[in-house]
């Protein structure tokens, strides 16, 4: 969608290294997710924001950090990645919480060699 | 906590079948039901949704039923068309505490429809 932007799409780096991951929306929703796909799990949430600079954990927040000093950037940073953290990651927005469903970014696919 | 469990792919269907993708869960509030799908090298978009009891979304020639009695939400379409390959996610949304609701998704069914 185009409200939503994840950069970068691709990338591979080596155990040990800090990575981070970006999200930009230009909608100006309030909150917004991380997600991360593997095959058999489906989509697990990494961490949440529901405003700038209020952040929440989710299913699976070892190993991952997040920040949102601006409404239109949620990053995520694996402090030092490793393998079992290849995966797809997804962010997704919503204007409000609830019923109303999300929109999704396209994804960034991460490999840890 | 909250679950759903949808069934196990991959399912392969001819152009012009019926289409039923299961999905059941488990949820301890109200929750709002979700269908999203996931074509090939893209984000998830939202399919369809119902946010009570009996209520049935559609979109593109899909449906659900909200059943609460059975806990379910199963997806259907009368004829699938090769467009329609993709996988297909059940999720559902229920008030997680501190005021927010968290999506909770099924671990999705890929569909290939062959012409």
């Known amino acids: 969608d185009a409200g939503i932007t994840q950069s970068p799409r691709h990338k591979v780096t080596e155990t040990g290294t800090p990575v981070t991951l970006r999200c930009h929306q230009t909608?100006?929703?309030?909150?917004m997710y991380w997600y991360r796909q593997d095959p058999g799990h489906g989509l697990r949430l990494i961490h949440y924001s529901y405003g700038v600079k209020d952040t929440d954990k989710g299913e699976v927040s070892d190993g991952y950090s997040v920040s949102r000093s601006k409404t239109e950037d949620f990053l995520l940073t694996l402090e030092s990645a490793t393998s079992s953290q290849t995966s797809v990651y997804f962010c997704a927005i919503s204007e409000f919480t609830g019923g109303y469903g999300y929109t999704f970014g396209s994804g960034t696919r991460l490999t840890v060699v | 906590g909250d679950s759903v469990t949808q069934m196990e792919g991959p399912v392969t269907l001819s152009e012009e079948a019926f289409l039923t993708i299961n999905c059941t869960y488990t949820a301890t509030g109200y929750p709002s039901l979700f269908w999203y799908v996931q074509y090939p090298g893209e984000g998830l978009q939202l399919l369809l949704k119902?946010?009570?009891?009996?209520d049935k979304g559609s979109n593109k020639g899909f449906e659900a039923t909200y059943r609460k009695e059975t806990t379910s939400f199963h997806l259907e379409k009368g004829s699938v068309q090769v467009s329609d390959s993709a996988v297909y996610f059940c999720?559902?949304?229920?008030?997680?505490?501190?005021?927010?609701?968290?999506?909770?998704f099924g671990k999705g069914t890929k569909l290939s429809v062959i012409p």
């Open positions: 909608e100006n929703h309030r909150y």
């Open positions: 999720a559902l949304s229920d008030y997680s505490g501190a005021g927010s609701y968290q999506l909770t």
């Open positions: 119902a946010t009570k009891a009996d």
